[in-house]
């Protein structure tokens, strides 16, 4: 996947994010796409700016990168 790939998912995950759970949704983001953010070597911060988001973001972003090593998706994602 490409950055601007990434960015259209990221900001999918957080503008359809249900009420109060926009930072779940960035985690969850992560998560999905840990191996695609790690094999590109991709900035969180870029693909955050990519989405049109904060770019401290990033940060929440890496906290679902992280998680994805030891947890998996239950339900279908959008």
Do not use: C, D, W
């Not at 994010?17 to 969180?44: D, S, T």
């Not at 955050?48 to 940060?59: D, F, L, M, R, V």
């Amino acid at each position: 996947m490409t950055i601007n790939e990434l960015g259209a998912a990221l900001g999918n995950f957080y503008h359809n994010a249900p009420n109060g759970e926009a930072v779940a949704m960035i985690h969850l983001f992560g998560i999905k796409y840990a191996k695609e953010i790690k094999e590109g070597r991709y900035n969180k911060k870029e693909i955050a700016k990519a989405a049109k988001i904060p770019e401290s973001y990033g940060t929440e972003i890496s906290k679902g990168v992280k998680l994805a090593q030891y947890v998996t998706v239950k339900e279908k994602i959008r």
